[in-house]
């Protein structure tokens, strides 16, 4: 009996407690609905969304004003005077200002005094006016902050009651126009562009480059570009990519710069000069400064704010000009060359390729002759002495361009005549200019190429990758003096 009497006490005081927790949840749902109704009720709706056309800031820092078109599309907005294109906004931001502007929660209103300058309300206080698609506008006069914060005063269509607007109102309409600028600088696709021209102050280096049609590789459209200057050559991966985050170049942030603090910031001379003309005749001028702890600082005329960019966003920007381009004398392919006659000094050699129908160089078909001797000898790391050779050749890396000079072709270090598998010949002259440099002339015209000594005289060792012509000869030579019965030769 005391069991079950101990039992009927704890199903009591369950049941007592399951009731205070349905009272307390059904109190909470209503206190929730009285609060939802209320924070309705104390809304001031001037216009449905829809229905804004402009939306005018006006404050004692700056003047703002966004538009929309009759179908209600955001088309840009102004600010001081200056037009900004809706793809160098943040459209979000833009929205959730003019939501709040014209529907906004009021935590109070009462009948103003006769004096409203007690609440800011003068006639230079700021100012918001909304025009609607049916011609009408509304006119918003904002005064001082509450003295807590907690809101400020707001008087609607020259009504004489005042507003207390929530304290959010005073943050979005004190909104720095910068903030709703998107990190866009330049915003152009690649058929918009025409070319774009890179000067560098203090080295003097300038390129210019252009984008061709694209190349139907069989998989996808593939992107084509042409350097026109200082030498007309294919570019580089690298300057490919530079190419293209300069068309879409992003800040990392908008910053103020007055024109007198421009020497602080490297933009009172810029270092780097981006000129990009448009297809349309239009051109867009960048200006960065040298780098400054990891960021450029620049100007665009298309953009009237001074920015900042990281410089991981420019990769390539400081390399020279020579390295980003596929900078050789004369580039070749295995495939495209049947002979070259080579002459160093006082030595002579000749070299015969032919790939006959063969689809790879491996195939025993392929024929790769050194003095009419088989240099199809391989390391055992994979590298052919033969191609070692021909890469020398026809991978010769230009050092500088001097179209000013005048050399004069005598006395030339080396000559190399090339006979390619259409019949075409012609021959690569390498006259002294110094100890360490040669002029480089095709078909005894000067080409205005600079080469280094090292594309003739350099022994790199057991890296096979990088050997000047005449130590590749020896190399090649040497390796096939020295091969083993399976064509394999590793130096000592």
Same mark, same amino acid.
């Given at each position: ?147 807590d914060k907690s809101g400020i005063y707001v008087q609607v269509d020259g009504e004489k009651r005042v507003l207390i607007a929530d304290y ?67 570019? /580089? ?55 400054? /702890? ?23 920007? $400081? ?6 381009? $596929? ?87 080396? /000559? ?77």
């Amino acid at each position: 009996m005391k069991e079950l009497r101990k039992l009927r006490i704890l199903a009591s005081i369950f049941a007592a407690l399951l009731l205070c927790l349905i009272g307390v949840l059904v109190y909470r749902h209503v206190q929730q609905i009285h609060t939802n109704q209320s924070l309705e009720a104390n809304r001031y709706s001037l216009c449905e969304f829809d229905d804004v056309r402009v939306v005018s800031i006006h404050t004692e820092e700056s003047d703002i004003e966004f538009s929309y078109n009759e179908a209600h599309q955001f088309i840009g907005a102004c600010h001081d005077g200056v037009e900004f294109s809706p793809e160098f906004l943040q459209e979000d931001l833009v929205t959730g200002t003019v939501q709040m502007l014209r529907d906004f929660s009021v935590l109070k209103e009462f009948e103003g005094d006769a004096d409203l300058s007690q609440y800011g309300l003068t006639d230079n206080c700021s100012k918001i006016s909304i025009s609607t698609s049916d011609g009408s506008i509304h006119l918003l006069r904002v005064g001082n902050l509450l003295p807590d914060k907690s809101g400020i005063y707001v008087q609607v269509d020259g009504e004489k009651r005042v507003l207390i607007a929530d304290y959010s109102f005073y943050q979005v309409l004190y909104r720095s126009f910068n903030t709703y600028l998107s990190s866009r600088v330049i915003y152009l696709e690649r058929k918009e562009v025409s070319h774009i021209d890179f000067s560098r102050t203090t080295t003097g280096e300038f390129w210019s480059m252009k984008p061709l049609e694209d190349f139907d590789n069989g998989l996808y459209l593939e992107h084509r570009y042409l350097v026109t200057e200082p030498i007309e050559r294919e570019p /580089s991966e690298a300057m490919i990519q530079l190419f293209e985050q300069v068309i879409q170049l992003q800040a990392a942030e908008f910053l103020p710069i007055n024109q007198e603090d421009y020497a602080s910031y490297g933009l009172e001379q810029p270092e780097f000069h981006f000129s990009i003309t448009k297809t349309n005749g239009e051109v867009t001028d960048l200006f960065l400064s040298m780098e400054i /702890s990891g960021y450029y600082y620049g100007y665009c005329t298309d953009i009237p704010y001074t920015f900042r960019i990281s410089t991981q966003m420019l990769p390539g920007i $400081e390399q020279p000009v020579m390295e980003l381009m $596929e900078a050789y004398v004369r580039k070749e392919f295995f495939t495209d060359v049947r002979m070259v006659r080579v002459r160093i000094q006082d030595t002579e050699f000749e070299m015969e390729y032919d790939m006959g129908n063969a689809q790879s160089f491996d195939s025993e078909s392929v024929m790769l002759l050194l003095d009419s001797r088989d240099a199809k000898v391989f390391s055992s790391s994979g590298y052919c002495y033969g191609l070692v050779l021909f890469d020398s050749i026809f991978w010769m890396p230009i050092a500088e361009v001097d179209d000013d000079a005048s050399p004069v072709l005598a006395d030339e270090e080396a /000559s190399i005549t090339v006979t390619r598998t259409n019949s075409e010949v012609y021959t690569i002259k390498l006259v002294s200019k110094n100890e360490n440099q040669y002029y480089c002339f095709i078909d005894d015209r000067y080409t205005g190429y600079i080469v280094d000594r090292s594309v003739l005289y350099k022994d790199n060792g057991s890296n096979l990758e990088d050997f000047g012509i005449w130590d590749a000869y020896l190399l090649a030579n040497e390796a096939i003096d020295h091969q083993d019965s399976d064509k394999i030769y590793d130096r000592p």
